[in-house]
């Protein structure tokens, strides 16, 4: 879903409204991605090494965020911004390949049929607290987080276009010195990921 959206956008984006429209069907596509990939990890990795495998897939998501910064950032200066989506478009059809070689015997590998379970959005966090503050402190997390990647590139661009940038080189430039966000980001997860293992969770974090 996040690779046939990722394309149609460059084809059917003709305004403010649409392009809204379509970005918003990436962002629930993609939410789709994430925290299901966070859970495969847990459930593959023991408590002793879960640490390190999820510092490494955050890790890998940045450097994701880091390689569509500095392509987009440099197609859409020379081409537009049309070619420049149609080639990160190709990303997610890359990793969905990826995905169905590297994953294809994992079915198998499974011992006994899960149990059927009903659909519900009830996640039965009722009088748990520590759950719910958690959930609260990780919703405000990515609103200030997502927030602030999506504000840096534009403001950046916005900053060179007053000084007499033209906008393609401007949009350009500012994707690309914002993707040394990320880079820090591929350091401080892989690191985090491996001492949360040695230390713990908690004291990582402090740190």
Do not use: K
């Not at 392009?19 to 990890?41: D, H, K, N, R």
């Not at 495998?53 to 910064?69: K, P």
């Amino acid at each position: 879903m996040t690779a046939a959206v990722s394309l149609l956008i460059p084809v059917l984006a003709h305004g403010h409204l649409s392009a809204l429209l379509l970005f918003g069907a990436v962002a629930v596509a993609v939410s789709g991605i994430y925290t299901p990939a966070i859970m495969l990890l847990a459930e593959r990795f023991e408590p002793a090494r879960r640490g390190r495998a999820m510092g490494w897939f955050l890790a890998a998501s940045s450097m994701g965020y880091v390689l569509a910064l500095v392509v987009g950032g440099a197609v859409v200066a020379r081409a537009g911004w049309r070619p420049a989506l149609f080639v990160l478009a190709l990303g997610p059809l890359l990793c969905f390949a990826l995905s169905l070689a590297l994953f294809s015997g994992e079915r198998s590998r499974r011992t006994g049929a899960p149990a059927p379970r009903r659909v519900s959005f009830d996640a039965d966090l009722a009088g748990n607290r520590p759950a719910q503050l958690m959930i609260w402190g990780y919703v405000f997390h990515s609103w200030e987080l997502l927030g602030m990647w999506a504000w840096t590139p534009a403001f950046i661009a916005a900053a060179l276009a007053v000084q007499g940038t033209t906008i393609e080189r401007a949009a350009g430039l500012g994707a690309s010195l914002s993707a040394i966000f990320h880079v820090m980001g591929i350091v401080a997860s892989a690191t985090g990921g491996a001492l949360s293992d040695r230390w713990g969770a908690p004291r990582s974090s402090r740190g």
